[in-house]
């Protein structure tokens, strides 16, 4: 009989399969669940985004898994733009099923089986799950001087999820520099490059960071967070073009495909920067009203410029505890060993959820609760 081994048996549990009990203790609730543990969007998709979906509705044809020629130029524009990332062309960019579909398949689809691929001391789940299913080495690192050199793959994420922590300059730099000695690819995970908050974050491809050479430069991007297209899987990859062709190759064969309807509202979504600046505009309203509500209830805010994400400690209480701290008052957060050991002590909680439930949530956070004497009752005070 043939003998084989689930590839999910050499994965980590799902994170979130974890938290279930603590969910159902925060739904328990009177005021029911306020989820801040996932950084989905609750705000509606901008109209011209919807109509140019529903105009292309009735295409019967298969896609180019390249993107159309005026997606591709509009992503080149849209990054220029945006981000200062200039040196682009056509055949330097791709769109991609959603960041994290390219993220998870990104070890395996440039051939690195067997290898070292670096990810952040604190990280998005999804660079160590990419790597072991690559059958890759994972090495925790956030500094290129102790980087082992035999890397094939180094994952950068800034701004970071979940700590909101923004590079500088210098060190993304110091990265670049390290795969040009080693021979490494840097890929930069900058799904939140435009949610800056205390600073502005800036692009792996930035003249500044690549010198204006992007051999060996990736950079991935998303339209889930500021443009609400989480529920149409749209991303993009840009750099090294070489590389970005090497992908096209594997991902034609693969059948690695963006929907023909998705890459129109890809179109409307990268040529409009107004939708996206209201949406920051809104983040950046909850962040403040959760940041003072959080801070007030004794927690410590780390980090935290930029993202959607306060990264957050309590004195006394590790990530789990004070999880359970939040879902006694029906928040659901997510806990920072998600993340890695380093992420032990703190939370990451969301700024993804409506107006009325931040405001609910704020309540809940700055309700002081105060033992009644001898009768050891609780009570609350608004």
């Given at each position: 009989?043939?003998?084989?081994?689930?590839?999910?048996a050499?994965?980590?549990?799902?994170?979130?399969?974890?938290?279930?009990?603590?969910k159902?203790?925060?739904?328990?609730?009177?005021g029911?669940?306020?989820?801040?543990?996932?950084?989905?969007p609750?705000?509606?998709?901008a109209p011209?985004?919807?109509?140019?979906?529903?105009?292309?509705?009735?295409?019967?044809?298969?896609?180019?898994?390249?993107?159309?020629?005026?997606l591709?130029?509009?992503?080149?524009?849209?990054?220029?733009?945006?981000?200062?990332?200039?040196?682009?062309?056509?055949?330097s960019?791709?769109?991609?099923?959603?960041?994290?579909?390219?993220?998870a398949?990104?070890?395996?689809?440039?051939g690195?089986r067997?290898?070292?691929?670096?990810?952040?001391?604190v990280?998005y789940?999804?660079?160590?799950?990419g790597?072991?299913?690559?059958?890759?080495?994972?090495?925790?690192?956030?500094?290129?001087?102790?980087?082992?050199?035999?890397t094939?793959?180094?994952?950068?994420?800034?701004p970071?999820?979940?700590?909101?922590?923004?590079?500088?300059?210098?060190?993304?730099?110091?990265?670049?520099?390290?795969?040009?000695?080693?021979?490494?690819?840097?890929?930069?995970?900058?799904?939140?490059?435009?949610?800056?908050?205390?600073?502005?974050?800036v692009?792996l491809?930035?003249?500044?960071?690549?010198?204006?050479?992007?051999?060996?430069?990736?950079?991935?991007?998303?339209?889930?967070?500021?443009?609400?297209l989480?529920?149409?899987?749209?991303?993009?990859?840009?750099?090294?073009?070489?590389?970005?062709?090497?992908l096209l190759l594997?991902r034609k064969?693969?059948?690695?495909?963006?929907?023909?309807?998705?890459?129109?509202a890809?179109?409307?979504?990268?040529?409009?920067?107004?939708?996206?600046?209201?949406?920051?505009?809104?983040?950046?309203?909850?962040?403040?009203?959760?940041?003072?509500?959080?801070?007030?209830?004794?927690?410590?805010?780390d980090?935290s410029?930029?993202g959607l994400?306060?990264?957050?400690r309590?004195?006394?209480l590790?990530?789990?505890e004070?999880?359970?701290?939040?879902?006694?008052?029906?928040?659901?957060?997510?806990?920072?060993d998600?993340y890695?050991?380093?992420?032990?002590?703190?939370?990451?909680v969301?700024?993804?959820?409506?107006?009325?439930?931040?405001?609910d949530?704020?309540?809940?956070?700055?309700?002081?609760?105060?033992?009644?004497?001898?009768?050891?009752?609780?009570?609350?005070?608004q």
């Open positions: 009989m043939i003998q084989r081994t689930p590839l999910g050499s994965l980590p549990a799902f994170p979130w399969d974890t938290i279930a009990d603590v159902a203790t925060a739904a328990a609730h009177p029911g669940l306020i989820d801040l543990s996932v950084g989905g609750v705000d509606p998709v011209s985004i919807q109509l140019a979906l529903t105009e292309h509705a009735a295409e019967p044809g298969y896609p180019q898994t390249a993107g159309t020629p005026e591709r130029r509009t992503i080149v524009d849209a990054l220029e733009r945006r981000f200062g990332i200039a040196g682009l062309d056509t055949e960019v791709l769109p991609v099923i959603g960041l994290k579909e390219a993220i398949w990104l070890p395996t689809l440039l690195l067997g290898q070292t691929v670096v990810i952040p001391e990280a789940p999804t660079y160590e799950v790597a072991l299913m690559a059958g890759c080495t994972v090495q925790r690192c956030d500094d290129p001087v102790t980087a082992p050199t035999d094939a793959l180094v994952f950068l994420n800034s970071s999820n979940p700590t909101g922590r923004v590079m500088g300059t210098d060190e993304l730099r110091a990265w670049v520099e390290f795969g040009r000695e080693t021979g490494a690819i840097i890929a930069s995970d900058e799904c939140y490059l435009g949610l800056g908050w205390a600073t502005q974050p692009s491809l930035h003249p500044e960071v690549s010198g204006g050479d992007n051999t060996g430069l990736l950079a991935l991007h998303s339209l889930s967070k500021t443009s609400n989480a529920s149409y899987r749209a991303g993009t990859i840009a750099g090294d073009r070489d590389l970005v062709q090497e594997v064969h693969a059948g690695l495909i963006v929907p023909g309807p998705v890459q129109h890809m179109v409307a979504a990268l040529a409009d920067d107004l939708h996206e600046r209201l949406q920051a505009s809104t983040y950046a309203m909850r962040r403040a009203a959760l940041l003072k509500a959080l801070t007030g209830a004794g927690f410590t805010i980090d410029d930029a994400y306060l990264w957050c309590k004195d006394g590790n990530s789990r004070a999880l359970d701290w939040f879902a006694e008052r029906g928040i659901l957060a997510a806990p920072g998600f890695g050991p380093a992420g032990a002590d703190h939370v990451r969301a700024l993804t959820a409506s107006d009325e439930q931040i405001a949530a704020v309540r809940r956070l700055t309700a002081q609760e105060t033992t009644a004497g001898d009768a050891g009752q609780e009570t609350t005070a």
